[in-house]
């Protein structure tokens, strides 16, 4: 977006299809502070949940990942197929 603003604004005639420069220099302007407010606002809620401790629903009595995800089924064996 840097990039097209400042082409546009210092030779324009290398990007074609453009009817009207100056209109098109302030449409790239406008997405570049799109972009850094949004970049900004990523980051600061990047830096507010850092420290964030991750919580699992562990209501059974291990409180291990694998306890939870795979409680039921883990390392089924049907016996019946005999």
């Given at each position: 977006m840097l990039?097209?603003?400042?082409?546009?604004?210092?030779?324009p005639f290398f990007i074609t299809g453009i009817?009207?420069?100056?209109a098109a220099?302030?449409?790239?302007?406008?997405?570049?502070?799109?972009?850094v407010a949004?970049?900004?606002?990523?980051l600061f809620?990047?830096?507010?949940?850092?420290?964030?401790?991750?919580?699992y629903d562990?209501?059974?009595s291990d409180k291990n990942r694998l306890n939870i995800d795979l409680?039921?089924?883990y390392g089924a064996v049907q016996t019946d197929s005999y």
């Open positions: 990039f097209v603003y400042v082409m546009l604004g210092s030779q009817e009207n420069v100056e220099q302030q449409n790239a302007f406008g997405a570049l502070l799109t972009f949004t970049f900004i606002i990523s809620f990047i830096w507010k949940n850092s420290g964030a401790e991750i919580e562990v209501s059974g409680k039921r089924d």
